[in-house]
């Protein structure tokens, strides 16, 4: 799977935006980018995932250049609950239909921490 | 049940002795994941079972670890003789095979003294 790159740490107020960049410069064609976050003691959690469409959940929007290389995360209002570890992760699908995939892999993530 | 489910919650042991760690995925998720997590460190991959497919063992750090999963669902990851950096967070994860969403479970802190 193709590595990503991350920044270490971000700071967001609480109400603005976060914009969380990931560099995914060696992703192939069939391989998709996730993003998962991990808040303090818990377990990670799902936040999106994409192909090359841009796309948006009730969490949060994934943004994808169009060459794919890179992806932002975007959370619209940042509350101090979005404090957490941040993992972009590029994941391969072992077939066509993308009903089979490789592991999920995680790096060191970016601590987006979310001030008052 | 409603979630992933890990037993024990904390365990802590002596050095040498062999622990077992239990995972319970989601009803129906067919493939399931185990991962550690060292003290302020990001997490560790260490095997993947996928349905009826061969399991990727991979990330299994040394022969001390194996892992197991009886009828497709409940897994038990076994670590033989442990060393004080076996010490962690083991957290399991289930999902849907072809599902992009991973559940993870709370996870259980081992203490090896």
């Known amino acids: 799977d193709a590595k990503t790159t991350q920044p270490t740490s971000m700071d967001c107020a609480e109400g603005r935006a976060a914009n969380l960049p990931c560099n995914h410069s060696t992703i192939s064609g069939n391989e998709y980018v996730y993003w998962y976050r991990q808040i303090h003691s818990q377990g990670p959690q799902y936040i999106i995932h994409g192909l090359k469409n841009n796309e948006t959940n009730e969490m949060a929007s994934l943004i994808i250049t169009e060459d794919r290389k890179s992806s932002t995360l975007i959370l619209p209002h940042a509350t101090l609950r979005d404090t957490a570890v941040y993992y972009c992760i590029v994941r391969s699908a072992r077939n066509a239909g993308g009903t089979s995939y490789g592991k999920l892999t995680f790096g060191q993530g970016t601590i987006l921490t979310v001030h008052p | 049940g409603a979630g992933v489910s890990q037993s024990p919650s904390n365990k802590v042991t002596e050095k040498g002795k062999d622990v077992e760690l239990r995972c319970d995925p989601i009803?129906?998720?067919?493939?399931l994941y185990w991962y550690r997590q060292s003290l302020g460190q990001g997490l560790e991959f260490l095997i993947y079972f996928q349905g009826n497919s061969a399991p990727d063992k991979s990330g299994l750090p040394s022969d001390r670890f194996s892992a197991e999963r009886t009828g497709g669902s409940v897994s038990t990851l076994t670590i033989q003789r442990t060393q004080q950096e076996d010490s962690a967070v083991y957290l399991c994860?289930?999902?849907?095979?072809?599902?992009?969403?991973?559940?993870f479970g709370s996870g259980t802190q081992l203490s090896v003294l």
């Open positions: 994860a289930s999902s849907l095979i072809g599902n992009e969403k991973l559940f």
């Open positions: 009803s129906g998720h067919t493939a």
